[in-house]
């Protein structure tokens, strides 16, 4: 599963470049979808780590690649690339997930 964006000015901070913050919500969203394609459940972020590795210019076809690496009961441990179009990794995200149960 892969997840993507183009970077927009709207995403950019005063110097040009996708903010981190920005860069923080794209990856939560990838890395829960990931979660969601491996449990068919919703679930939350428990923790996020960002390493930053190179900055990403407005303009950039910026893409995700999610992969759950442990399944601990309700928990679920997932790691993503962030790859810009040039194959460079600007980033790497890790979270660890807690599904949740429907109430009825």
Request: with cysteine; net charge neutral; hydrophobic share 45%.
């Amino acid at each position: 599963m892969r997840t993507g964006m183009w970077v927009l000015d709207r995403h950019c901070n005063g110097m040009g470049f996708l903010h981190g913050g920005m860069t923080c919500a794209f990856s939560d969203s990838a890395l829960a979808w990931a979660v969601w394609s491996a449990t068919g459940k919703m679930s939350v972020t428990l923790k996020l780590t960002m390493e930053f590795m190179d900055i990403v210019r407005e303009g950039c076809w910026l893409e995700a690649h999610p992969h759950v690496t442990l399944i601990d009961g309700g928990h679920v441990h997932v790691t993503a690339r962030l790859v810009k179009d040039d194959g460079d990794i600007a980033a790497r995200a890790d979270a660890i997930f807690r599904t949740l149960r429907r109430k009825g």
